[in-house]
């Protein structure tokens, strides 16, 4: 599993993110109002903004501020405008780290992100320095519980999915970014229940973290993920999973 899904796998574990719905909430409703502004204010002819709005319906925001923040990025009300900026740079024993960002002030998010990097063992690059790192995907976890890998390996390689692979309680299923939806359907109609479906970025190959560096490591991603104009944060780490078990961050 990458380690994107591995952290926000044991960050659910933890409860982290429900202890963090507030701030969850208002870097949903900065991407839906983006997404909207940038494409059609129906979900239904807009791949970005239908994933933004299933992502807040599955973390149960609230339809009236989904609706509000739509209204927002078509302009029927006043609102802020963001500048998408993404940061890279390196985390302990050197691991890639790409941030996704949506500020109203680069000045102040570009000193606030090489600060958190400072702080918790890393250092910020120069834009390029590690997006190589990467490529883009759909990523699909699926509850595994008590369900047949071989069917939900039929129905989403069917569906065109690119892999699945089994990693504890759930299933994570790889797509091409722009296939995400049509897989996430067809899983969804096949009686499966969907942890998370995002974009996202995959590392191409990982750095294994162990002992203090597994542990600044994960600190590191929470402080980045915690800053406010910061959307979304990827990393090529892999830590073993009985090592994050154990982790206290």
Not at 24 to 36: C, D, G, N, Q, R
Request: proline share 3%.
């Amino acid at each position: 599993m990458s380690g994107h899904s591995k952290w926000h796998s044991i960050r659910h574990k933890k409860g982290i993110v429900d202890a963090k719905r507030g701030k969850m909430f208002t870097k949903l409703i900065k991407e839906i109002t983006v997404a909207t502004r940038m494409g059609d204010p129906d979900p239904e002819t807009n791949p970005r903004l239908r994933t933004a709005v299933a992502t807040a319906k599955a973390a149960n925001m609230p339809k009236d501020n989904i609706e509000r923040a739509i209204k927002k990025g078509a302009g029927e009300l006043e609102g802020v405008n963001y500048e998408e900026i993404t940061y890279e740079g390196y985390g302990p024993a050197g691991a890639a780290v790409m941030v996704e960002s949506l500020t109203d002030n680069k000045n102040r998010t570009v000193a606030d992100i090489r600060y958190i990097f400072s702080k918790n063992s890393g250092n910020m690059g120069e834009s390029g320095c590690v997006s190589w790192l990467f490529e883009k995907r759909g990523v699909i976890l699926v509850e595994g519980t008590n369900k047949d890998v071989d069917e939900l390996l039929d129905v989403a390689l069917e569906a065109g999915a690119l892999d699945v692979n089994e990693e504890g309680s759930v299933f994570e299923v790889t797509t091409e970014f722009v296939g995400l939806d049509s897989v996430k359907k067809a899983i969804e109609k096949s009686g499966f229940e969907i942890v998370t479906a995002e974009i996202t970025m995959l590392p191409k190959s990982t750095v294994t973290l162990n002992g203090k560096d597994a542990e600044k490591m994960l600190k590191l991603m929470d402080a980045l993920e915690d800053n406010d104009d910061v959307q979304k944060v990827f990393a090529n780490f892999d830590i073993p999973e009985e090592i994050m078990e154990d982790l206290d961050f």
